[in-house]
């Protein structure tokens, strides 16, 4: 073993016995070779610290989108960013169309339903959209929002409209590969807590030009949100985007950040979640998917059914490859933040 090779293994030591990984410890973990045998042995130890904090237990989350949209907000890395090019009208699925797939979603066993529009969709469409997609729902199924930044009058009506959490993240990049600035991002997660909902981040979208230090700012300001899960997620490229010629990191490198957020969130947090779904991912710490259907920001198709979204039964079976059992039921993750 190199000495390089023996810190990875002293400080997945650390965070296993329940020990908080500093910046530069993480800086560290996040700068090793994904393909070194202690790099495995970091892989390892995420799962087993995953599979003990859901007691084995797995999850897959149902994303639906309500719309696509040329979105002003011109994230570098989204196929809806005007600046893109991919969707140059607005488009809606219709309401009725909506609700049918977030019932089909619940039927097909999603553990919760993720409600997801454009920066810029109408907040007043997207409760009364919701309100009907919630009145179709179990009383007991989990409904989530993912939308734009909002504050605590606007989280509270997401809380009586029926949605239990949000997901919201400050995304890799944040302020230069998008035009909204972190501490925005920052805000919609205190709203959020202040109006009663939970939250779900990640860190996303990472792609080969982020530095270890990134990541740890990115993992770090999640950790101290005190989230039911973080993880990872790579970014899909978007053809002719800006970060196209960036390229896109490999499932390997994502199964091995997905373990390195793992061990930095440590072993309390319910839920870690990598995207788009896949095996070495569930493998290396990863517990929760998403199933995706209508619109995707990493689609440029406007149904992402018939692109790069997987469905439910597809998820389930990926985790169960890789020996989890799939909750039956309400999400559990979401109910577990601290
Ligand atoms: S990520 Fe959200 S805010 Fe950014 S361009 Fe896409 S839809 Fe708009």
């Known amino acids: 073993m190199t000495k390089q090779e023996n810190k990875i293994i002293d400080l997945v030591k650390k965070a296993s016995d329940g020990g908080l990984l500093d910046r530069e410890e993480l800086i560290f973990l996040f700068s090793a070779d994904p393909h070194l045998p202690a790099a495995g042995y970091l892989r390892a130890a995420a799962d087993r610290m995953t599979r003990a904090a859901c007691g084995g237990e ?27 090019r991919i969707f140059r009208e607005s488009s809606e699925i219709p ?16 553990n919760a339903i993720f409600i997801m529009a454009t920066a810029d969709y109408p907040f007043g469409r997207y409760l009364e959209t919701t309100q009907e997609i919630r009145s179709r729902l179990r009383p007991e199924t989990v409904m989530i929002a993912n939308v734009g930044d909002f504050e605590v009058g606007e989280g509270r009506r997401l809380k009586e409209t029926g949605f239990s ?22 805000a919609t997660f205190r709203a959020a807590e202040e109006s009663g909902l939970l939250l779900g981040t990640c860190v996303e979208p990472v792609g080969p030009e982020h530095t270890p230090e990134e990541l740890v700012e990115k993992t770090l300001i999640g950790r101290e949100a005190s989230p039911c899960y973080s993880g990872t997620a790579r970014r899909i490229t978007i053809p002719g985007s800006s970060l196209a010629e960036q390229g896109m990191i490999s499932e390997f490198t994502m199964a091995y950040q997905v373990a390195v957020v793992r061990l930095a969130m440590g072993p309390r947090v319910r839920g870690n979640c990598t995207h788009e779904p896949n095996l070495l991912g569930a493998a ?28 439910v039964a597809a998820c389930r079976k990926i985790l169960e490859e890789a ?16």
């Open 58 to 84: 797995a999850e897959v989350h149902a994303q639906i989108g309500l719309n696509t949209a040329p979105c002003p907000r011109n994230c570098r890395f989204c196929a809806f960013a005007a600046v893109n």
């Open 95 to 110: 309401v009725e169309a909506v609700a049918e797939m977030a019932s089909r979603a619940e039927a097909d066993g999603a």
């Open 165 to 186: 959490g949000i997901y919201h993240a400050v995304r890799m990049g944040e302020g230069k590969q998008t035009t909204i600035p972190p501490e925005s991002r920052l």
């Open 284 to 311: 290396s710490g990863a517990n929760l998917f998403w199933a995706e259907v209508g619109a995707n920001p990493r689609d440029t198709r406007a149904e992402t059914a018939e692109g790069r979204g997987l469905g």
């Open 323 to 338: 020996d989890y059992r799939v909750l039956e039921g309400p999400s559990r993750i979401y109910g577990s933040q601290k």
